[in-house]
């Protein structure tokens, strides 16, 4: 089949597109108003921009009454959010902080979770998530969208601090994806979890290349030729 989005019309019952990018990370966004009030919202349309320095992104739509998502305002206000990896085992906790709620009722109350105070930064990370990236605000582009809800605020922060759970660090320190199982969005409802992996390397020793590609900014930095 083919399609063109806002021309030519896909004919299906469901619209494909969002099952065409999979799986998405979840972006467990959490920030802090002007009042102090605390906010946490999961954001799919989530990513790491670069490594080094450690770059985040979400990118927010407008809420059902066409204004701008909390975590977006609040991001910007307080030049600050945390980032909180979703798991399994805080599945409907996440799913329960997607409401949308007043901007004074605390997400974190409403899915019975505790918090934990972050190091760098005010808002607060997720207590049970064993990874969280504290972020400082880095700017806002915004797409105009059709409809009410279709314009998208993409918040990018820098990633200042790094919380790792020692029990998800395996024997040789890498991060123990498997067993962590992080959930990632799909299409339609649905949902994944990372069960599996496997290894690839780029043929050839272009080394800097490959400390890019393991996220090594020393490696990076180290085999990477000065221009000129
Ligand atoms: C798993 C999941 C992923 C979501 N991803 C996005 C997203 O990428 N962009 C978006 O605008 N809303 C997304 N939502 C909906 C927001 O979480 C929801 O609008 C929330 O109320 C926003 O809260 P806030 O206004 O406090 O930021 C997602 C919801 C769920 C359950």
């Known amino acids: 089949m083919y399609y ?3 021309v030519i019309p896909h004919g299906l019952k469901y619209d494909p597109f969002k099952s065409c990018v999979v799986p998405r990370p979840i972006g467990w966004i959490s ?3 002007r ?8 954001y799919s349309q989530f990513q790491n921009v670069t490594f ?3 770059i985040v992104m979400f990118a927010a739509n407008q809420d059902s009454k066409g204004v701008r998502k909390d975590s977006v305002r609040n991001a910007e206000d307080t030049g600050e959010f945390v980032w909180n990896m979703a798991t399994w085992d805080l599945r409907e906790a996440v799913n329960i902080s997607a409401q949308e709620l007043p901007r004074d009722v605390d997400e974190f109350e409403r899915a019975g979770l505790e918090k934990l ?3 760098l930064v005010k808002p607060m990370r997720v207590k049970g998530s064993p990874i969280q990236f504290e972020c400082t605000y880095l700017n806002t582009l915004r797409f105009p969208g059709n409809g009410v809800m279709g314009s998208a605020d993409v ?3 820098k990633v200042v601090a790094v919380h790792i759970a020692d029990e998800v660090l395996d024997p040789d320190g890498l991060v123990d994806i498997l067993k962590i199982r992080p959930i990632a969005r799909m299409g339609y409802f649905d949902y994944t979890t990372v069960d599996s992996k496997f290894r690839m390397v780029i043929p050839g020793d272009q080394r800097a290349l490959l400390g890019g590609l ?3 900014p020393d490696k990076a930095r180290a085999e990477a030729q000065t221009p000129g």
């Open 31 to 33: 920030t802090l108003d």
């Open 52 to 54: 080094d320095p450690p």
């Open 155 to 157: 918040v990018f922060g």
């Open 35 to 42: 009042d102090g009030n605390h906010n946490l919202a999961p």
């Open 4 to 6: 063109e989005p806002g």
């Open 117 to 119: 105070a972050s190091r």
């Open 214 to 216: 393991e996220g090594s």
